[in-house]
T-cell receptor, first 112, second 110 residues
Framework: NAGVTQTPKFQVLKTGQSMTLQCAQDMNHNSMYWYRQDPGMGLRLIYYSASEGTTDKGEVPNGYNVSRLNKREFSLRLESAAPSQTSVYFC???????????FGPGTRLTVL | EDQVTQSPEALRLQEGESSSLNCSYT??????LFWYRQDPGKGPEFLFTLYSAGEEKEKERLKATLTKKESFLHITAPKPEDSATYLCAGFSGSARQLTFGSGTQLTVLP
C-alpha cells in the first residue's frame, strides 16, 4: 500500500500561472482533504470531499478549486497563482468524516 | 470559532529527560483529539486519537492524555529519534472539520 500519494513534490510558478496538484489514495477511503501549511500557522483546510461526487469549502478556499475525479483521486487547482499561495500543500484521506486522517508527503509550492 | 493552542513552540531535551507537551483546545462538540508527528519535509504521521476526558493512550515512549480543556503528550526517557514536530488537532462535530495547532518542535540531544 502506497497510502496517499501527491504529485509533484516541488513546483515553482510565476504569478498568474495555473497548475493542478494531484492526490491519490489506495486505502478505499471515502473522504479526502486538501490542507496548506504555513510557518507558525498550522495546517489549514482548503477544501474537502466527504464522499465521491461531493466537495465543500474549508477555512481558506479562496483562489482554489477542487475536483473529486473518482473515489481514489482528488485534485487541487490554482487558476491564477499569487505569491500568497506559496506554501506546502498536503492531501489527506479518511474512512469517514470523523475518522483518522492519513496524510501524503506534501507538495512544496513557490509562487514568484 | 474553534481554536487549538500548543505550548511550548519549541522544546529542547537531553536524551532521557522526560517532559510533556501541552495542547489547549476550544472546539465545539469535540468528536476526537488527534496527535500527529511530523518530520522535516514529510507529511504528518498519525499517533493517537482520544475521544473522552480521562482517556489515555500509549505508544512506546509516548503517552497522550485528555481532559475537558487540554491534552498532554508525555514523553518518557526520550531518544534523539523522537525529535520532530508534534501536532495536535481537534475534530469539531458541528463544523465537521479538524482544527490544528501550530505544533511543538521537539529536539532531543544525545
Amino acid at each position: 500500500n502506497a497510502g496517499v500519494t501527491q504529485t509533484p513534490k516541488f513546483q515553482v510558478l510565476k504569478t498568474g500561472q495555473s497548475m493542478t496538484l494531484q492526490c491519490a489514495q489506495d486505502m478505499n477511503h471515502n473522504s479526502m482533504y486538501w490542507y496548506r501549511q504555513d510557518p507558525g500557522m498550522g495546517l489549514r483546510l482548503i477544501y474537502y470531499s466527504a464522499s465521491e461526487g461531493t466537495t465543500d469549502k474549508g477555512e481558506v478556499p479562496n483562489g482554489y478549486n477542487v475536483s473529486r475525479l473518482n473515489k481514489r483521486e482528488f485534485s487541487l487547482r490554482l487558476e491564477s497563482a499569487a505569491p500568497s499561495q506559496t506554501s506546502v500543500y498536503f492531501c489527506a484521506s479518511s474512512e469517514g468524516g470523523t475518522d483518522t486522517q492519513y496524510f501524503g508527503p506534501g507538495t512544496r509550492l513557490t509562487v514568484l | 470559532e474553534d481554536q487549538v493552542t500548543q505550548s511550548p513552540e519549541a522544546l529542547r531535551l537531553q536524551e532521557g529527560e522526560s517532559s510533556s507537551l501541552n495542547c489547549s483546545y476550544t472546539v465545539s462538540g469535540l468528536r476526537g483529539l488527534f496527535w500527529y508527528r511530523q518530520d522535516p519535509g514529510k507529511g504528518p504521521e498519525f499517533l493517537f486519537t482520544l475521544y473522552s476526558a480521562g482517556e489515555e493512550k500509549e505508544k512506546e515512549r509516548l503517552k497522550a492524555t485528555l481532559t475537558k480543556k487540554e491534552s498532554f503528550l508525555h514523553i518518557t526517557a526520550p531518544k534523539p529519534e523522537d525529535s520532530a514536530t508534534y501536532l495536535c488537532a481537534g475534530f469539531s462535530g458541528s463544523a465537521r472539520q479538524l482544527t490544528f495547532g501550530s505544533g511543538t518542535q521537539l529536539t532531543v540531544l544525545p
